[in-house]
Protein backbone atom coordinates (compact mmCIF):
# COMPACT_ATOMS: atom_id res chain seq x y z
CA UNK A 1 0.00 0.00 0.00
CA UNK A 2 0.77 3.79 -0.61
CA UNK A 3 0.33 6.41 1.46
CA UNK A 4 -0.18 10.42 0.05
CA UNK A 5 -0.41 13.34 2.18
CA UNK A 6 -1.06 16.51 0.64
CA UNK A 7 0.20 19.77 2.44
CA UNK A 8 0.67 23.59 1.84
CA UNK A 9 -2.93 24.31 0.54
CA UNK A 10 -4.63 27.90 1.99
CA UNK A 11 -6.43 30.90 1.56
CA UNK A 12 -4.77 33.52 -0.54
CA UNK A 13 -5.22 36.41 -2.81
CA UNK A 14 -4.92 36.63 -6.18
CA UNK A 15 -1.31 37.26 -7.48
CA UNK A 16 -0.09 34.96 -4.36
CA UNK A 17 2.15 32.08 -4.23
CA UNK A 18 1.69 28.77 -2.47
CA UNK A 19 3.71 25.63 -2.60
CA UNK A 20 1.52 22.22 -2.12
CA UNK A 21 3.61 19.09 -1.35
CA UNK A 22 2.96 15.95 -1.36
CA UNK A 23 4.49 12.62 1.01
CA UNK A 24 4.56 9.57 -0.06
CA UNK A 25 5.01 6.25 2.22
CA UNK A 26 4.39 2.68 2.25
CA UNK A 27 5.40 0.57 -0.50
CA UNK A 28 7.08 3.16 -2.92
CA UNK A 29 9.64 1.57 -4.77
CA UNK A 30 8.10 1.15 -7.91
CA UNK A 31 6.13 4.50 -7.66
CA UNK A 32 7.01 6.26 -10.63
CA UNK A 33 4.81 9.10 -12.14
CA UNK A 34 3.52 11.37 -9.26
CA UNK A 35 0.61 13.79 -10.26
CA UNK A 36 -1.68 16.44 -8.79
CA UNK A 37 -5.56 17.33 -9.72
CA UNK A 38 -7.83 19.71 -8.93
CA UNK A 39 -11.72 19.78 -8.20
CA UNK A 40 -13.55 22.67 -8.26
CA UNK A 41 -17.27 22.49 -6.29
CA UNK A 42 -19.82 20.83 -8.92
CA UNK A 43 -16.71 20.30 -11.51
CA UNK A 44 -14.57 17.29 -12.73
CA UNK A 45 -11.74 15.93 -11.16
CA UNK A 46 -8.70 17.83 -13.71
CA UNK A 47 -4.95 17.45 -14.22
CA UNK A 48 -2.63 19.97 -12.97
CA UNK A 49 0.60 18.66 -13.60
CA UNK A 50 2.89 15.37 -13.54
CA UNK A 51 6.57 14.26 -13.20
CA UNK A 52 8.45 11.36 -13.25
CA UNK A 53 10.73 10.12 -10.87
CA UNK A 54 13.72 9.06 -13.41
CA UNK A 55 14.36 12.03 -15.03
CA UNK A 56 11.92 14.63 -13.05
CA UNK A 57 10.35 15.55 -16.55
CA UNK A 58 7.08 17.10 -15.75
CA UNK A 59 3.72 17.99 -17.93
CA UNK A 60 1.52 20.76 -17.42
CA UNK A 61 -2.03 21.44 -18.14
CA UNK A 62 -2.45 24.49 -20.79
CA UNK A 63 -4.20 26.27 -18.11
CA UNK A 64 -0.99 26.10 -16.01
CA UNK A 65 2.01 26.55 -17.81
CA UNK A 66 4.40 29.02 -17.32
CA UNK A 67 2.63 29.61 -13.29
CA UNK A 68 3.21 26.32 -11.60
CA UNK A 69 6.04 24.31 -11.53
CA UNK A 70 6.78 20.58 -10.12
CA UNK A 71 9.86 19.29 -8.61
CA UNK A 72 10.35 16.07 -6.48
CA UNK A 73 12.66 15.16 -3.86
CA UNK A 74 13.35 11.40 -4.20
CA UNK A 75 15.29 10.85 -1.09
CA UNK A 76 12.31 11.97 1.05
CA UNK A 77 9.78 10.58 -2.01
CA UNK A 78 7.61 13.97 -1.68
CA UNK A 79 6.56 15.87 -4.45
CA UNK A 80 6.13 19.68 -4.65
CA UNK A 81 3.70 21.82 -6.73
CA UNK A 82 4.46 25.77 -6.92
CA UNK A 83 2.10 27.93 -7.93
CA UNK A 84 2.79 31.05 -8.81
CA UNK A 85 0.69 34.04 -10.32
CA UNK A 86 -2.74 32.68 -8.82
CA UNK A 87 -5.83 33.23 -10.02
CA UNK A 88 -9.61 32.60 -8.59
CA UNK A 89 -10.14 30.37 -10.90
CA UNK A 90 -6.95 28.14 -9.50
CA UNK A 91 -9.61 27.58 -6.41
CA UNK A 92 -10.13 24.20 -5.91
CA UNK A 93 -9.13 21.01 -3.63
CA UNK A 94 -6.21 19.64 -4.94
CA UNK A 95 -5.07 16.19 -5.24
CA UNK A 96 -1.88 14.30 -5.18
CA UNK A 97 -2.09 10.70 -7.00
CA UNK A 98 0.48 8.20 -8.10
CA UNK A 99 0.52 5.74 -9.83
CA UNK A 100 2.78 2.40 -10.98
CA UNK A 101 4.45 2.91 -14.30
CA UNK A 102 6.68 5.78 -15.51
CA UNK A 103 3.81 7.15 -17.70
CA UNK A 104 2.18 10.58 -16.44
CA UNK A 105 -1.39 10.13 -16.94
CA UNK A 106 -3.63 12.94 -17.35
CA UNK A 107 -6.47 10.56 -16.36
CA UNK A 108 -7.62 10.37 -12.93
CA UNK A 109 -8.23 7.12 -13.48
CA UNK A 110 -5.30 5.81 -14.77
CA UNK A 111 -3.99 6.62 -10.80
CA UNK A 112 -3.75 3.87 -7.79
CA UNK A 113 -3.53 5.93 -4.52
CA UNK A 114 -4.43 9.76 -3.99
CA UNK A 115 -4.08 11.82 -0.99
CA UNK A 116 -6.91 13.16 0.87
CA UNK A 117 -6.74 16.86 -0.88
CA UNK A 118 -5.58 20.39 0.18
CA UNK A 119 -8.04 23.23 -0.38
CA UNK A 120 -6.41 26.41 -1.99
CA UNK A 121 -8.74 29.56 -2.39
CA UNK A 122 -7.79 32.65 -4.29
CA UNK A 123 -9.73 35.81 -3.62
CA UNK A 124 -10.14 38.27 -6.43
Known amino acids: QVQLVESGGGLVQAGASLRLSCAASGRTFNMDAMTWFRQAPGKERKFVGG????????YYADSVKGRFTLSRDNAKNTVYLQMNSLKPEDTAVYYC?????????????????WGQGTQVTVSS
Open 97 to 113: AAKIGVVVSTTSGAYDY
Open 51 to 58: ITRSDSRA
